[in-house]
């Protein structure tokens, strides 16, 4: 989609710290880190909100969350324990318009979230 910001993230034409890709999904640091760690785990196929889901996407969603765990594995935070959440919509915080699931560690986090 030509004015979503994420999609110029997985076409390139916008640089961003990638820390994992494949042909489905792109993982890259959030610019404005809430933590040690912030991944942004998105989908390569634009989908505005978690409303805007279909069961087709089904095994996307899977992956985002597989690689969520995976990435926890190898940046070392699982075993002290990490933050992962999607947000949807203004009163769920979402600013960027192309789902994305933040994995977040190297800190503790309160409960429940503001
Ligand atoms: P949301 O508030 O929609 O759940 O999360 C959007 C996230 O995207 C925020 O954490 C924000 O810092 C991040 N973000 C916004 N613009 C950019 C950008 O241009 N590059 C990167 N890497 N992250 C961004
Ligand atoms: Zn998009």
Redesign the pocket.
Known sequence: MDDC?FCK?INKT?P??IIYENDRVLA?????P?APT?I?IIPKVHIPTLNDLERDHRNLIGELVLVASDLAKELDIADDGYRTN??CNDSG?????HI?L?LLGGREFGWPPG
């Open positions: 910001l993230i916008i961003a710290e890259f640091n959030d610019i404005n809430q912030h942004l999607f947000n915080g979402q600013t960027v318009y994305h933040h």
